[in-house]
């Protein structure tokens, strides 16, 4: 019954071929009935937002539920959303005023209470059901000023604020929290966002019916009138159910199998860029356990950096995907610097920076990675090139990254998605604090970082990731890849645009 | 016959705790569960949390010995993954998997027998030699990949059946079928072997000598002879079904234990993969069990031997 995943792979595309010379156009009706079926790999756990950190609960809260602010996905700019403002008025309080008139989809006015009790509540220690505390503990405690006005008590300044509560912190109604708990919301989701959930059959699909008393706001009325997102886990099933019309929208979509469906009659294939990128870390701490590895010379990170051709491969291998100069996406705040070098693909370079570090014949190195294998093996026929020798040694990621943090590992080929924070505070601002994943501890670095961290003034801010971007770039402690790419298929009466949020804002969707 | 079935249950016993033992101990030693379970943007002080919570900073045999004791009443704790019991998840998704290998083993005897009926009346030649063919055919095809082409053909082409899901019996279809093609070479030869040398016995012979009718002595005397062992076979052919299932349920979409089992694995939910190899070894050992009971009721000298 088992087989290697290779063979499982061309047996798929296989079947895919097979589809392909078989099926006839499929005769659709999601447009005509105003309902997008979408089919996607997993279910999340629960419903309740903050039980779960699974990519689709995400994906559902940016349809059921709002946040105080909003990116505008064309802008890149907060918004004030749920707000009519969010201000801090010192450095480590931000007052919230509501806008009127907003309510849950049962009814309940949206006021002050419910902030203060999503905050609370949240970072609770007696609520056991939080997945990832992090998205709200960087909040002290939040008050209620009056009806529509709220203060949230930061622990110390976070100057991320604004990008967490545009991703990770949507407003839940206080009374029926408080009266369901979060088995109760996940049964029967409630929220102010543009689509209510009308079912929610676990082990099969989640229902959602266009809200007709949305406020609006950055996101603006959902066009389509009815979601249902149905669980099916083989891409090559639902392939499939698309390709007989029994969906309109799949994601996710393994390249190969995307480039099949290219041109297709009825069809649309779509590449997104996507906040996750991957680079290459080295251990440069010599701390107990790092080995004293070749990497630890600046000469080798640089010809490293000049040895891996980054366009080439993510080109030929994903499909798409932005080359990366710094250790960060380009659209997070904060992720630029006019000062960082840039590392172009120039081998012989790479030879020479080898030589002066005292390799000239190469040298071998053990080369870890836990996913993307292709991608990870184009690497090291790259640096091969040059002469290094890396040894592929694949691991599960919680091993590999057990490994990184008690710094066993010189080198490694890893990737990120920032959680979907458009802040440099969850990339830049995480890897090189001094935290068990900084395998560069650089004393000037991490300063600069706790400084920029804390700095409300968005300018002064912005100088220190410039600066701090710049110091990473020029001792090479990572060499940025590229960001991963999404391919969408969908049914071409659909209008519909990717964002490298990882997140299909099918709010913003609507039918040709 | 009393000594016999308590020798059998402390064997089923035994399989039991090895299993799970050796199945506690892998599961544990794949990498910290905490960090796993955490994900990528977890950090240090959620790792450390989650430990704390789940009791993975204790002795890893204390770990056991609670699992084991609370297992024993039927408590296999609380998944890492979904906010319930696991006894809760396996009871919603095991009448999915039970009917899905109920009718897998329906088509596998359907298929098998006749397949191995007809081989046997014409050993060594052509009808013999397609027979095994057809039979083999299913053993070689990779389960996810019959599949995919049956929901070509009968989803997508035809539009006879659905593809995926489990709402109506329609949609059992398909992968019963790949589920029983799958086992049916192991009853087609079994049948084949039982018929042939049924068919070489006297009594047969004395029967068609008494002028009984080609029909009766194939299906009254010899086929009914033939297919205890068949019996014997389906009960483990169950078992594989149940754990077979995994493959087959992912591709249909099916949300039974088989399905459970590979999503569990990808999140590392141990306590649902623990329960999951418990419970499928059980049915394993049960069946097993009831038919060795079975060979001993029928024939004496299994349980005086």
Request: glycine share 8%.
């Amino acid at each position: 019954m088992r087989v290697t995943s290779h063979l499982r792979q061309f047996l798929g595309l296989s079947a895919i071929a097979a589809l392909l010379a078989l099926s006839g156009d499929p005769a659709r009706a999601g447009k005509k009935n105003d309902t997008l079926l979408w089919l996607t790999e997993f279910e999340p756990p629960t419903y309740d937002f903050y039980a779960q950190t699974n990519r689709e609960g995400v994906v559902l809260a940016k349809h059921v539920w709002d946040t105080l602010i909003e990116r505008d996905l064309t802008t890149g700019e907060f918004k004030p959303h749920l707000a009519s403002s969010v201000t801090f008025i010192n450095p480590t309080t931000i007052e919230v005023k509501l806008r009127p008139g907003v309510k849950f989809h049962n009814g309940d006015l949206l006021t002050a209470d419910d902030v203060v009790f999503t905050f609370n509540w949240q970072n609770d220690p007696q609520n056991t059901k939080v997945a990832a505390r992090s998205r709200t503990d960087w909040v002290k405690n939040a008050e209620k000023v009056d009806t529509f006005t709220a203060r949230l008590h930061l622990k110390e300044p976070f100057a991320a604020a604004m990008a967490f509560l545009e991703s990770s912190v949507p407003i839940f109604p206080a009374a029926y929290t408080k009266a369901q708990g979060s088995e109760g919301m996940s049964r029967a989701p409630v929220g102010t966002g543009p689509y209510r959930v009308t079912e929610v059959v676990r082990g099969k699909q989640i229902v959602m019916e266009r809200y007709k008393e949305y406020f609006g706001g950055v996101r603006g009325q959902a066009k389509i009138g009815k979601i249902v997102m149905r669980f099916v886990p083989e891409h090559n099933t639902q392939i499939a159910e698309l390709m007989a019309g029994n969906a309109d929208f799949i994601w996710r979509v393994p390249k190969d199998q995307a480039e099949k469906l290219k041109g297709r009659r009825g069809l649309h294939v779509t590449v997104g860029d996507t906040m996750r990128y991957g680079y290459l870390q080295f251990d440069i701490t010599g701390r107990p356990g790092a080995a004293a590895d070749p990497v630890r010379k600046l000469e080798v990170r640089q010809a490293i950096a000049h040895a891996v051709n980054r366009k080439a491969i993510s080109q030929s291998l994903q499909g798409g995907g932005t080359v990366l100069d710094l250790t960060c996406y380009p659209s997070q705040v904060g992720c630029a610097s006019k000062g960082a070098p840039k590392y172009d693909y120039n081998p012989p370079k790479a030879k020479q920076l080898l030589a002066k570090a005292g390799y000239p014949n190469g040298f071998d190195v053990d080369f870890y990675g836990y996913r993307d294998r292709q991608l990870a093996e184009a690497i090291m026929g790259d640096l091969a090139k040059v002469g290094i020798r890396a040894k592929l040694q694949w691991l599960q990621y919680a091993p590999l990254r057990d490994k990184v943090r008690k710094g066993e590992i010189p080198f490694n080929f890893m990737t990120w998605g920032s959680a979907s924070i458009s802040d440099v505070a969850n990339s830049t601002g995480y890897f090189f604090m001094k935290g068990p994943d900084d395998t560069t501890q650089d004393a000037q670095l991490v300063e600069l970082l706790k400084k920029a961290g804390a700095e409300v003034d968005v300018p002064k801010r912005l100088a220190m990731y410039d600066e701090a971007h710049a110091l990473i770039a020029r001792n090479a402690y990572w060499v940025p890849l590229w960001s991963y790419v999404y391919f969408y298929v969908m049914t071409d009466e659909l209008r519909f645009q990717p964002t490298p949020d990882e997140i299909p804002h099918m709010y913003r969707a609507s039918w040709k | 016959m009393l000594k016999y079935t308590l020798h059998k249950l402390l064997v089923a016993a035994l399989v039991a705790v090895t299993v799970s033992f050796v199945a506690f101990m892998l599961l544990r030693v794949s990498g910290d569960l905490a960090t796993a379970l955490g994900g990528e943007s977890a950090r240090g002080e959620d790792i450390a949390r989650l430990r704390a919570q789940l009791g993975l900073d204790r002795p890893i045999l204390s770990q056991y010995w609670d699992w084991a004791t609370r297992a024993a009443v039927g408590d296999f704790g609380r998944s890492f993954y979904y906010p319930e019991p696991v006894w809760t998840l396996l009871k919603e998704r095991l009448p999915v998997t039970l009917t899905l290998a109920c009718w897998g083993l329906v088509i596998s005897l359907v298929i098998g027998i006749p397949l191995g009926v007809l081989a046997a009346l014409r050993p060594n030649t052509l009808i013999d030699r397609v027979a095994m063919t057809l039979a083999v055919l299913g053993q070689a095809l990779p389960t996810f990949w019959l599949g995919l082409l049956l929901i070509i053909l009968f989803g997508l082409v035809l539009r006879w059946l659905p593809m995926s899901g489990t709402d109506t019996w329609q949609h059992f279809i398909l992968p019963s079928f790949v589920l029983g093609y799958y086992s049916t070479p192991a009853v087609m030869r079994l049948t084949r072997s039982g018929m042939l040398e049924v068919l070489a016995t006297d009594y047969i012979r004395t029967a068609y000598s008494k002028g009984l009718p080609h029909r009766t002595v194939l299906f009254k005397h010899a086929l009914r002879n033939a297919v205890i062992p068949v019996v014997a076979l389906a009960s483990v052919q169950f078992g594989l079904m149940l754990s077979g299932s995994v493959v087959i349920e992912t591709v249909f979409a099916m949300q039974g234990i088989g399905q459970l089992a590979w999503e569990s694995i990808s999140r590392q939910d141990f306590p649902v993969v623990q329960a999951v190899l418990l419970l499928v070894s059980m049915f394993y050992v049960w069946l097993t069990f009831a038919s060795d009971l079975i060979n001993a009721w029928l024939d004496p000298r299994i349980r005086t031997g």
